[in-house]
């Protein structure tokens, strides 16, 4: 009788200790392959740089396809991501099916800076505190001296459209103005045009922008309706600085009053937005954009940044001692 | 500072003084065991989060717990705080951090003793109402950021059920069952690609959260008692992208009544 209560009581435990199983169950069946094969074939047909980064994307197929065979469950993502890291584009991230953007790849140079800067250093050289737009897009004041200076911190939504004419009406009448791109991911074109509106006086060319390696013929950016600001200027970027805000970088290093400094950007020119987002057959999804965009002298700013006009190196053991020696530069230019 | 001190007073007065005369009476011998009870258990827990992934992740989770309950003349209330956190749900070689967090108060009434098998045994039914949060972030991005998590939260309304089988003076079985009935539900949901409302109000078609424990209980003395159980509890939420948990415990309870 002993016996029969020891098998019972083990066949209830057992029963027990199984019952997480019968609840949740794995998968009837996961399109890990069918995902990797339409991510590939997506950058294959859409993706501007491969030939400008040397990659042999039929050799990538080739090395991942066996490690995508290979993977169990999520282990899909690991290597998925270095599959996505291959190009070596911080544009590029996949999304979970339902998570947010998981980006496989980081410049170098976003690595090297993105400590080298800090807001609340900044914020030592003025005497009160700073102004900011509703959207918390610009930061902004006037330093001692009569120096303006402003960070833009998005050029996404239509942010800058709208408050941009504001906060330079309220520099109007300084003798220089700093913009600081620092640590800046990302934007739309419409935003970069409504900050570059504010500094030129006449029409100004754009950019080269090819999409599907056809050259589109862009309107030059115009003067916006009010007056130009034709003080000088001085631009801070570093390494940080990133998509849109190299191309505004890129565009306002154009013009005789404006100089850039600090460090070269991170080096993201491919485009497309939120129209780059490619949906796999899981769910998943990718952005992969399909736009690429040039610098002045013809080459994409991807991988390559925009260089400053002058170099000022920053690192993060000066923002410790609370030094900022690019925005002191800057000050210092425009005294 | 005054308040606090008040505040600290007020709960030393109340541990240390049984018969509040609001209370009703607290001497009436019963068999449930009130009091305060520590609770430690390990299980063995699986999680699939369709938010993130289809993938069944599992693997041990601990959980911790305090109860305080409280014999009225004829209702028992107890409040649970309930805690369990592992960074090692595992799918294959990806890992998840899930975190879990229960506040659950109820009202529990007798009803009328019943015999089973030559023993007596007393059931207890009432309403409860429940805090439930499930935090659940994946391992799986290379660097930077990444934003692979999700949340849900539910305040439910529910039912709260023992069973106590006493089959000697130092003896019991002790079984509990709570579920919710109407919840009103919040859940992470991809603002960028959809327009579904991340607050919603679940019932029990959309939505479970089930904890069931039967186990034995012995009293070491007459107000200290120790009780090992299986404890098992599901959750399961359907309403947007489907979070279905589950676990199994060996749960181990210290209860000191008063």
Redesign the interface.
Known sequence: MKEIYLIFSIVC?SL??????L?????EL?LNVEDFEAAWDRINDVYPYLDFKNINWDSIHTAYRERIDN?????F??VF??FL?ELKDGHVYYR???????????PQRHFKDRHAYSPFIVRKYFDKELRITESKSVEYGILPENIGYLFISDFHEDYLINEFPGVMNYFKNTKGLIIDIRQKRGGGYDNVEAVVSRFIAEPLEKPPYYRDGHLLELLPFQPAASLAYTNPVVVIINGSTFSAGELCTEVLKQLPNVTAIGDTTGGGSVGSG?EGLYFLPSGK?IEIGYDDLRRYDGLPWEWLGVPPDIRVVQTEVDIIAGKDKQLEYAINMLK | MKYLTSFLFSLLFLFTNSDLSAQGSLKQKTIFPAGISLEYGIGSYAVSDEYISEEKYSGSLPCYSITWSNQHSDYVYHLKMDFSNSSGIKNNNVTTDIFQFTLNQGFSYALPEFTLFNNPAYLYLGPSTELFFFFNKQNIAVSGFDYTQSFALLFSGGITSQIIYQLSESFTIDGELDFNILSLGFRMVDMEESDESPVKILTLISTNNVVFSLGPRYYLQNNLSIKAAYLFHLTRIDSWEPLLSASDNVVFTLTYGF
């Open positions: 435990l027990f200790l199984s019952c997480k199983d609840v949740v169950t794995e998968p996961n993977a169990k469950g999520d282990e993502f690991i991501g270095d890291a979970t099916k339902g998570g947010g953007e998981v980006y496989p790849y980081y939120n999804s």
